[in-house]
């Protein structure tokens, strides 16, 4: 026997051996007893926290479900809140009108385009009434049944023109706007101010035409108020405060260079030289030049009565005057060229030349054919040697020859728009 069996033996009699089975039999079971209790006790303790877990998730779920009702139901009162009708935004008043559209935040374009609309369709019908006589129409009659009377016709012309004078005024008080220039937008160029003041940047370009629209409808005030066509001595003194005002905005805004350049292209006696130089073609220095000399004389005379005979007498001297200076300042072939350009018939014939892509010196040409016609003419009638009915047959030649000559250097088209206002041809034939 082994020793290891011998101690079991010595150690662990037979009675002893039982009794031990007996109670490792006991703690096994109360083992298996406790851990019973502790399993059972710890996974009841988990299954509530799932359950109290599960309960918070619920709630929170449950209060993010009423909460987007609570905002749809928000959402859906702010709306039918919001709803309104167009009656809601329109007055009587323009003026109401016009504060009830940029409350709701109509853009300033839009407001101006149905303003603008309908006070246009408002004095369109106050027109239309003084174009009718008053007959009921009946097919059966003839036109001047309809036709208005002479005192019909007079009080139309005076009601017209009451309404000429009051429709920009009534638009310029509501808009801020020129009536002339916001017609023109519609049939003539709507984007003419921008493309003249291209050398401005787009803010300073805003603040400008802001300015020039401010200044503008101040002075169109005095002239409504005013009424008569010559200004009193109040209204002068207000239009000179005016343009006092605008020079020095103007200062403000713009460098010299940018004033100056301003009034190049905007100004009338800037747009007024470029179609008396026509044919001259100045270069943008004689440009500058002419126009500093004409806008002083211009700017002296302002307020003067050009009606008056000796006011007008002294603006053209003052003019020629500054033509002789600026001729001593330009080359020989220079002055004759500005001299020729104060030809109506050679500025048409230039204007010509240009739509009709005419070459070079198609105009000189027509003008040299013109002298060459005209001294021909007039040798032929101061020979009284030849008899009347030759003379008649001459003149007649002269001009036939002249309108091929014309036509050569023009060209068809170009001459057919001529001859309508070249009456010295049709003079040539006549004696």
């Not at 301003?262 to 073609?281: H, Q, V, W």
């Amino acid at each position: 026997m082994s020793l290891l069996a011998h101690t079991r033996r010595f150690f662990y009699p037979a009675g002893v051996k039982t009794r031990f089975v007996v109670i490792l039999a006991l703690f096994n079971v109360a083992a298996l007893g406790a851990g019973f209790v502790y399993l059972s006790q710890y996974w009841g303790h988990q299954v509530a926290q799932d359950q109290r877990s599960a309960q918070v998730e619920l709630a929170a779920w449950q209060a993010k479900a009423e909460a987007a009702a609570a905002t749809a139901d928000a959402q859906a009162i702010a709306y039918k809140t919001n709803t309104f009708t167009w009656s809601q935004l329109e007055s009587t008043d323009y003026r109401q009108y016009i504060a009830n559209l940029r409350a709701v935040g109509c853009p300033e374009s839009t407001l101006k385009d149905i303003i603008l609309t309908d006070v246009m369709r408002l004095y369109a019908q106050r027109r239309g009434q003084y174009y009718v006589n008053g007959r009921e129409f009946k097919f059966w009659e003839t036109d001047e049944k309809r036709k208005l009377k002479q005192p019909q016709i007079e009080e139309r012309e005076k009601q017209l023109a009451a309404i000429d004078k009051e429709l920009p005024a009534v638009l310029r008080e509501l808009l801020g706007v020129n009536y002339e220039r916001e017609v023109n937008k519609y049939f003539v160029d709507t984007d003419k101010d921008n493309r003249r003041l291209a050398f401005l940047s787009d803010d300073k370009r805003s603040q400008l035409l802001a300015l020039r629209d401010q200044f503008e409808g101040e002075r169109e005030g005095v002239m409504y108020q005013e009424q008569g066509a010559k200004l009193t001595g109040a209204g002068i003194e207000q239009l000179r405060q005016i343009d006092q005002e605008q020079d020095a905005a103007l200062s403000r805004l713009l460098t010299p260079q940018e004033k100056e350049d301003y009034e190049l292209s905007m100004s009338p006696t800037a747009d007024r030289l470029r179609k008396e130089l026509i044919g001259f073609n100045p270069t943008e220095d004689e440009f500058r030049a002419i126009f500093r000399r004409q806008m002083a004389i211009d700017s002296a005379y302002e307020f003067e009565d050009t009606n008056d005979e000796s006011v007008r007498a002294a603006k053209a001297a003052d003019e020629q005057a500054m033509m002789a200076e600026l001729k001593g300042q330009l080359p020989a072939d220079r002055v004759a060229q500005l001299d020729r350009s104060q030809d109506p018939d050679y500025q048409n014939l230039c204007v010509l030349s240009e739509r009709y892509d005419l070459p070079d010196g198609a105009s000189q040409a027509v003008l040299d054919i013109r002298q060459a016609a005209e001294d021909q003419k007039r040798e032929l009638l101061s020979n009284k040697d030849i008899p009347p009915e030759r003379v008649e047959v001459a003149l007649k030649a002269i001009q036939a020859e002249t309108e091929q000559e014309a036509r050569t250097a023009l060209g068809d088209q170009a001459f057919g728009q001529y001859s309508q206002t070249a009456t010295w041809i049709q003079n040539l034939g006549t004696n």
